[in-house]
């Protein structure tokens, strides 16, 4: 269990040359012209050091948490890290999340009226790209020449090559998030030359086939999906995402792959992992405890810290009134993210994953930039599932559960709605009968069970863990037929916005370092 904090800890420890390795990503993103010194690799720990680099990208701001040493410079370090500016594009703009912080990047994000300046919008593919060209100077520097080369032997390359395999993973999750939010990007693997200005912009039909090629290639490569290797991509996660893609295909390559979806639901829900039957305990700080994660994104509040994260989760989404020490084993309180109505609302008496602070607020969101309108969101927690406090205050233990049974089971059920092949509408009922007995609360019928339902389910289930905008958007409600408070800046909402939202832009900054690249339409 605690392979993957060791891991962390080596991020953070890194000789200097590791921050610099890949050069000033903030300046030109996607140049990955400086090199690791051929002499850091004599040491046979480089190796892991250097994936541990790799996985830190998810979490950490740099090698020196929470500031300090920063990978991405930035006037918060906070909102650099992958975590903080990733929920923010795929939540701020939907129905579930309204932000009392008033600057233009928060206001832009959450009003659906972004453009390409937007901070986040920056950071966000920054540190994706950053991720991605870790990933490809990693895969440069251990093929099977350099390693001969260097005279390592057979035990360091037997581990190498499955530090290559979860490499990859990551790198093909990244290019996912990319593709899924901006769509046309630069592809750039270890083959491209070092240092090139060429890049080469590809679509969603590319790096769909590209990313399921790449997944498939390194089943059974990977690490066991067990409790000594908490925290690390392994089979499960492959096939999680890859239903993912299957389940969005008709968004991103307007192919049906609900049967490709459901093959590798399968395999996940047959993977050992088991539904919690505590909700709250998959969000506290001792959560690692929990048998149904199937990926987290690992924190530890002493060992690697950061302003982004679970701590962000916790820290914005609360105020001092609510004695945050007491009720989330916290001392910061940010007052920024709460729910909105829509949220709120869905939610029938007695159903336990109903976590909000009523307390001196109002149910309606009617003031975007007062916390106090608006329920406060304590979902997420720094006490242990015993009531005891997690190990530093100021930061989280909690680990962030990127992947959870839970979902699988909704979109079994959704699948399966949609027509795909390989399930049934049966074994669906039973997996929404698992969920909402752990939720106090009567099963659903199957006249009951409509993708209208899955949608809210989703919501109840899942809400402020980065799915709603994907989920918005594979239902046809993100821009048209839906509307919700804030939606395009007023607080009664509007039903359809232009549909160029359903795409973020590629940052400004990036257009004006790499003139060739097309924007994404309509920005």
Not at 26 to 32: F, G, K, N, R
Not at 193 to 213: A, N
Not at 484 to 505: C, H, M, Q, R, T
Request: proline content about 4%; overall charge negative; hydrophobic content about 35%.
């Amino acid at each position: 269990m605690k392979k993957l904090y060791n891991l962390l800890l080596l991020s953070v420890c890194l000789p200097m040359f590791f921050s610099s390795c890949l050069g000033d990503l903030d300046t030109v993103p996607l140049t990955d012209d400086k090199l690791l010194p051929e002499k850091a690799w004599e040491d046979p720990n480089a190796y892991e050091q250097f994936l541990a680099k790799i996985y830190a990208g998810l979490t950490l701001s740099g090698n020196e948490g929470p500031f300090g040493l920063p990978d991405i410079s930035a006037s918060d370090q906070g909102e650099a890290t992958f975590l903080r500016s990733y929920w923010n594009l795929q939540q701020l703009g939907t129905d579930e999340v309204i932000c009392a912080e008033d600057n233009e990047t928060m206001r832009g994000l959450q009003f659906c009226q972004w453009n390409s300046n937007n901070n986040f919008v920056a950071l966000n593919y920054t540190r994706i790209y950053m991720n991605v060209a870790y990933a490809n100077e990693y895969l440069r520097e251990t093929t099977d020449e350099k390693l001969e080369n260097r005279g390592v032997d057979d035990e360091l390359r037997a581990k190498i090559e499955g530090f290559r395999a979860e490499t990859r993973v990551l790198r093909a999750m990244s290019y996912y998030f990319l593709m899924d939010l901006y769509a046309n990007i630069p592809f750039i693997d270890e083959n491209v030359p070092v240092g090139s200005r060429k890049l080469d912009q590809r679509d969603r039909v590319f790096f769909f086939s590209w990313i399921e090629t790449e997944l498939k290639n390194v089943e059974g490569k990977l690490p066991p999906a067990d409790k000594e290797h908490y925290g690390m991509v392994n089979d499960p996660t492959v096939w999680m995402l890859l239903a993912k893609m299957y389940l969005n295909a008709e968004v991103y390559i307007g192919e049906k792959r609900y049967d490709d979806c459901l093959t590798y639901l399968k395999k996940v829900l047959g993977a050992g992992f088991t539904i919690d039957p505590v909700y709250k305990n998959m969000f506290c700080a001792d959560n690692e405890k929990s048998p149904e994660i199937i990926f987290p994104l690992v924190y530890d509040g002493r060992r690697a810290t950061t302003f982004g994260g679970t701590t962000y989760l916790i820290a914005a989404a609360c105020k001092s009134d609510m004695n945050p020490q007491t009720t989330l084993g916290f001392s910061q309180a940010w007052s920024n993210i709460r729910a909105k109505e829509t949220l709120s609302t869905l939610f029938e008496e007695g159903d336990k994953r109903a976590m909000f602070w009523k307390q001196d607020r109002t149910l309606e969101s009617s003031v975007w930039y007062d916390f106090t309108k608006g329920w406060s969101v304590i979902k997420y927690s720094n006490l242990k599932s015993d009531g005891t406090p997690g190990s530093n205050s100021a930061h989280a233990d909690t680990d962030f559960p990127f992947f959870r049974l839970a979902d699988a089971y909704l979109m079994y059920a959704e699948a399966v709605l949609r027509g795909g092949q390989g399930g049934s509408k049966e074994q669906a009922l039973l997996y929404l009968k698992e969920l909402r007995e752990r939720a106090g609360i009567s099963p659903v019928s199957s006249v009951e069970l409509t993708l209208d339902f899955i949608l809210e389910e989703r919501s109840r289930e899942l809400y402020w863990e980065g799915h709603r905008r994907i989920d918005l958007i594979r239902f046809g409600k993100f821009t048209k037929n839906y509307k919700w408070p804030w939606k395009n800046g007023v607080f009664s909402g509007v039903a359809n916005i232009d549909s160029k939202y359903n795409l973020y832009p590629l940052p400004a900054t990036e257009l004006t370092s790499n003139p060739d690249l097309k924007q994404n339409t309509g920005y």
